[in-house]
């Protein structure tokens, strides 16, 4: 990889990082207004957090992980934990959606829907797809 290509992942995994880490701060200290045009912006903000984090992080999954590797064993076992956990939890009214709480819900349950959405796309990709080189780099 060439120096420039390196400079400009660190600069896009630190702005990603940044991002969401910003986001959950102004969450965790409800600094969010609860009006329609706030409500927007919050929702196109979360939702911009997280699919930065997803995709970075399955990129860093597919590209550093081995095929076979105790590590992203764990990281799959975790990430379908998560699936039953978030929905049981929402279940039995254990989410409150009041305003304090909603930012970090409605992030943990994106990452919870996109975490299905992927783990189907690993199955397709490792089971069902075409087995070329082109399905296999990143």
Do not use: H
């Amino acid at each position: 990889m060439t120096k420039n290509k390196k400079i400009i992942q660190q600069v896009l995994g630190t702005l990603v990082a940044a991002n969401a880490i910003i986001f959950l701060f102004l969450a965790y200290l409800q600094v969010f207004s609860d009006t329609p045009r706030a409500i927007v912006f919050i929702d196109f903000w979360g939702r911009l957090c997280v699919y930065s984090l997803w995709f970075t992080g399955y990129a860093l999954y597919r590209k550093y992980l081995p095929q076979k590797s105790i590590l992203k064993s764990i990281i799959i076992f975790i990430v379908c934990l998560n699936i039953p956990v978030f929905l049981t939890l929402g279940y039995m009214n254990k989410l409150s959606p009041d305003l304090a709480t909603l930012p970090f819900i409605d992030f943990w349950g994106r990452l919870t829907v996109y975490s299905l959405w992927f783990m189907a796309y690993e199955f397709y990709r490792n089971y069902i797809g075409d087995n070329t080189n082109e399905t296999k780099t990143v």
